[in-house]
């Protein structure tokens, strides 16, 4: 059943999207009528129209369009609505449709929409729209989204001066067939527009993360499950429960974890050491939260329901209570802490093969909490780091420059096979001290050291993706991203073929290949090459979580973007549902196997 995704742009009628569920290419639907009433997210029966009907089609929405007539809030069925686009949700994120009508219709087929199946209209954020005059005496007024891509909603409130300036939460009660606009209620006032925690508020409604900040707070059953760690007794592993744990704190191991600067949620950490024969042993260890998080518990409960931690510029809401993911499951430095650690032996003589692969739960005692500036600079081979001590610079330096080397092989094994470098930029906010105000918006520069890091855990989540599909093959929580259906990179070939180059998306591996050569004509002109890598990115397909019982087989396993067999996410527990199921599905096939020695590795377990 197919569902409406957002026609995106300034358009002179309404459109939409469908995304349909065979993964066919998407359906443009123009105009009022032919909407019938869709909105964001729903799922509907739609009718392909022929090239003639499709014309027909967009001659009466344009009619349609210009014979609304002026009006106000207090007659919601003839308001102008210039600025409205009556589009819907985009249910598949990578398809990032063309603003002009013309192209849109180049390239998509044309349909209409017979009947709606299933509504998914959910509390919108919205604003009061006050007619030309400045009236407000009515009771009937329309309530603008936030959300462009939502249609008006027509409202009953009569202490209208109390919202004018505010944001509020609507609800959809129902669409009449003979009216311009849904129909609904006021729900509640979230705050006056402009206002911080309004503004967050907003963000959070909208994105169903959570009614407001306040409800984000941890339930007093979820704080009771809690370990105590205060001052007067801080939190300590039990003897009891370092049994089972491989003692990694005194073996000569250097732990260290890398991330960015402040943070109090480390997730992850890594070693490099040399083994005997030359070779080398790379771990990667992660937090256990499992041990705190018991499958059914009020804690897992509510992490499930929340699915990940929300970052913003300024703040965070956590997956899991503060005690767990800042202090005890986080692997701070100096402190002992549970990890679940994947380590192996590498050849470095043999383009850094694994000879072997162990997996278990592990006790770590993390040497630093090392951020990517001062990691880039023992990578680069300097002296001195400000942050490091000198004692322990040149083991951390040797261990840096020799994970770097073995990433940047296991780096280019991918890209020989399809992986794709598309464009992804991230900005960095800075604040004023006293006020909070936005001081400074910057493009957040790209270091080596980000892609080293990046490497080690792709290379875990895959080890421990063939891990738990060798142990629960019917079961097992992987992660793909399915191949891009060829029409969604039509604009991108037309672009480049007004430049002379020619894209060759048959598969990841001659994509590739295309941008390479799109970034050695484009030596010159840095522009173009971002252009083709964003236009790139837009074509693809969101990638998705999947129960391997629930597809084929291994064929349908795959992650395009990585060019990998296997994969799945398992080293962001403390902020990411996902990894607590996977971590959960590991350890049960650790139990059910004798996870003391080193497994044998083997092409089909590891990537290459």
Known sequence: MPRTGPAAGVSRQPQGIIDRADGAPSILVSGRVALNRACPGDTVVVRLLTDSEAAANNIAAAAAKADVGGGNGDDAESESDDEESVAVDQIDAGEEPIAESEALAANHASGVVVSVTERKWRPFVATLQIDGSGSSSSSRHLAVPVDVNVPKIRIHYTDIAAIADRYFVVAIDGWLADSQYPHGHFVRALGRIGDLDAEIDTILVERQIAVSQASLAFSEASL????????LQPWCPSPDDIEGCRDLRDTGTLVFSIDPLGSQDIDDAVSMRPVDGGKLELGVHIADVTRFVAPGSATDTEAQARGTTVYLADRRFNMIPEILSERICSLRGGQDRFAVSVMWTLDPENEYSAESVWFGRTL?????????????????GKTGVNGIDP??????????????????????RRQRNGALELASTEVKFEFHKETRAVAEVRPKKSLEIHRVIEEAMVFANTAVAQRIHQHIPGAALLRRHRSPTRDRFERLVKAA???GLAIDCSSNAALADSLRRVAQAAHSDPDLLFLAKSMATLAMQE???????????PAEFAHYGLALDYYTHFTSPIRRYADIIVHRQLLAALA???????????ASALPV
């Open 391 to 412: 004692a322990m610079e040149p083991g951390f330096r040797q261990s840096i420059q020799d994970l770097a080397k073995a990433m940047r092989v296991l780096r280019e």
């Open 592 to 602: 059910g196997a004798e996870s003391s020695a080193a497994e044998p590795a083997s």
């Open 543 to 553: 990638a998705d979580y999947f129960a391997t019982g629930d597809c084929g087989g």
């Open 224 to 231: 009771r499950e809690m370990p105590v760690d205060s001052p």
């Open 364 to 380: 770590i005692r993390s040497a630093c909490e090392m951020y990517y500036e001062q990691a880039q600079d023992l990578l680069d």
């Open 497 to 499: 073929g007004t430049r």
